[in-house]
C-alpha cells in the first residue's frame, strides 16, 4: 500500500503543484520556455523540471524521483492530457472534461483516471477558492489566490490548501505555487524562472514511436515506481 501512497502523491505534485488556471479555451498558449524551481521547506532550492508553451499545446518536465522523469502534455485542440513515463518507455491518454486550459478541470480529469469514482477508494473535491488580490512578482503582474482541496484515500480523508501566482499569459502554469505543511503533505513551492520567449517544434508534444501505450495511468505511476 505504501508504493500506491507514494504514486499518488507523486500524482498530486505534478497536477496540483504545477498546474494554473486559464484564460479562454480558444486562445492558443504562448511561446516560452522556463525552468521549475522547487523548494521543499527547509531544503535547498533544486530545478526540477521545464515548463514549455506552444500554440495549441504547453507540455511539464518533472523529475519525481524514484519514480522516474514524467512529461505532461496538454492538446487543447483534441482536449486531452497525455502523461509520458521515460523510464517505463510508455503513455497514458486522459480525456478532458472541460475547458484543457483550466487548472481544476485538468486536475479532476486526472483524479478520475486514477481511480474511478464509481469505485469509491479516490475522491478530489474543491472545497473553496478565495482570491487574495493582485501583486507582482519577477517583473510580471500576477493574480493571487488560495484553493482548498479535500482528498480522499480508501475512507481516510486530508485537507491540503494550494496558494497560487499566476499571469495568464503563462497558462496553463502559475508563477509560483506554494502548499502549506498538512499531517499528509509537507510545505513546498514551486516557480517559473529563467523565463524565455521560444517556439518549440511539435515534435515536443508528440508521443515518441517506440512508447507504448497504457490504459491505466495507475498502472503507469506504479510500474514507474517497482519495475527498477
Known sequence: MSVLKRALRSAAVAFCVVCAPSCA????????RADIQ?????REVRTCGAAISSGPFARMDLDLGRAGEFSLIVDTREHMLRVLSHRLRAYVEIPVSGDPRDWRTLVKSAAAAVMPQSMGMISLQEKETVSLGKDSWQG?????SRSVFEAGFMGSVHRFTIEVW???VFAPFPMRASSAETSATHAGSAWLMNI???QSSHNMFSIPENFTR??????LLLYALTAF
Open 140 to 144: 510580471y503582474a500576477v493574480q493571487k
Open 214 to 219: 497504457y490504459t491505466s495511468v495507475m498502472d
Open 25 to 32: 479555451m480558444a486562445s492558443a498558449y504562448a511561446d516560452f
Open 38 to 42: 522547487f523548494q521543499r521547506e527547509g
Open 166 to 168: 499566476e499571469n495568464e
Open 196 to 198: 524565455a520567449a521560444e
